[in-house]
């Protein structure tokens, strides 16, 4: 009798567990980092192995996709003699065939700073934002031959400025041949009178974002409704104006707050401050405050040295942005809706066209 029990109680497990839904794995962690001049390092964690290839571009399917490894449990991958191009990949898990696709997140330019891809955020619906599509950067006025060969690649077809009108006339970009949109103000709109002797990224800064930046981000999200083809903005480190402008296309399309921060605090990795701004002289300019201030940060100690984009407390900056949001429009959403004419219709398609 107790063997009967034990044998049909076995059977009713054993079809419990038939029955069990299978727990997907989470590829996690996923990234691209450029280990040498021309090698790549392709990272992931996994609780399965995994199957990794080499697809075509940031839109290649399989056909035609190179298969890398096959049945992989070690979380990393090394591929050597790359040179400069631009590559995608798809990581695929082995067992339930979930796939993300990644990309090196920073464009490799000798001369240039901060310049990246905004693609593989996980967004609204799980899905993740598309990559190739669009990239932030700082500057782009010591950006070499070679350098715009590369950025030639990436088929930008426009480049919205963010900086005021005297940033953009003492360090224009080199970035030439790309429809170029800019909104005139005076860097004076930006800084208070005790800001103007230094430059603080502080929080009251971040307040001004929104009203300021609002013709600018009416020129993006017209650009990306229209579907007009890959989009670059900068402002002149690509981290303020720019983190402020990123983290408002992340929120549209439901990527969550704490990887947008995680995106935001990239920039004191990625930063590069002697290729943001040509070398100015002070004494050569007396009459012009602009060059005045860029060129007394030039003369710092460790200028060539990003600061954490943070206040003593440890908050970020970017709050200041998102607290001068919710106090007058209640969310991102409202911001969106009453001041940049953003519908719900609209952040449907945004969603239906970067993310995937």
């Given amino acids: 009798m107790i063997r009967k029990f034990l044998s049909t ?76 191009e631009r590559r995608y990949f798809v990581i695929e898990d082995a067992v339930d065939h979930q796939r993300v696709k990644v990309a090196e997140r920073l464009v490799p330019l000798a001369k240039g700073s901060n310049f990246r891809d905004i693609g593989g955020y996980v967004g609204a619906g799980g899905k993740h934002v598309r990559w190739g599509a669009i990239y932030r950067s700082a500057g782009q006025p010591l950006l070499t ?92 480190a690509g981290q303020d104006r720019t983190g402020f402008i990123t983290a408002v296309i992340l929120t549209a399309l439901g990527v969550q707050r704490s990887a947008i921060i995680e995106d935001y605090h990239l920039s004191t990795h990625y930063r590069r401050p002697e290729f943001e701004m040509p070398p100015l002289d002070a004494a050569a300019h007396p009459n012009e405050p602009v060059v005045q201030l860029f060129a007394r940060l030039q003369q710092r100690p460790n200028w060539k040295t990003p600061e954490p984009l943070k206040s003593a407390d440890g908050r970020p900056f970017l709050d200041g942005a998102f607290d001068e949001i919710d106090a007058n429009w209640g969310s991102v959403n409202g911001y969106l809706t009453k001041v940049i004419g953003i519908s719900k219709q609209d952040i449907a398609r945004l969603r239906a066209l970067y993310l995937e």
Avoid: M
């Fill in 145 to 236: 031959p070679e350098d715009l060969a590369q950025v030639s690649t990436l088929g930008v077809t426009q480049l919205v400025d963010l900086r005021s009108s005297e940033e953009r006339v003492i360090a224009p970009t080199r970035i030439a041949g790309v429809p170029y949109t800019a909104v005139g103000y005076s860097i004076a709109d930006l800084l208070t009178q005790s800001d103007r002797s230094t430059v603080t990224n502080g929080t009251e800064i971040y307040r001004k974002f929104p009203r300021l930046l609002a013709p600018q981000l009416r020129v993006i999200f017209a650009h990306l409704l229209g579907a007009k083809g890959v989009l670059v903005y900068n402002c002149s």
């Fill in 9 to 84: 109680a076995c059977a009713a497990l054993a079809l419990s567990l038939a029955l069990a839904p299978t727990v997907r794995a989470a590829i996690s962690q996923a990234k691209v980092e450029r280990t040498a001049p021309d090698t790549l390092s392709i990272e992931w964690d996994d609780r399965n192995p995994v199957n990794l290839y080499q697809v075509s571009g940031p839109d290649g399917g399989f056909k035609g996709a190179r298969r890398l490894l096959a049945g992989d449990a070690h979380g990393r991958y090394e591929l050597a003699r790359t040179g400069l």
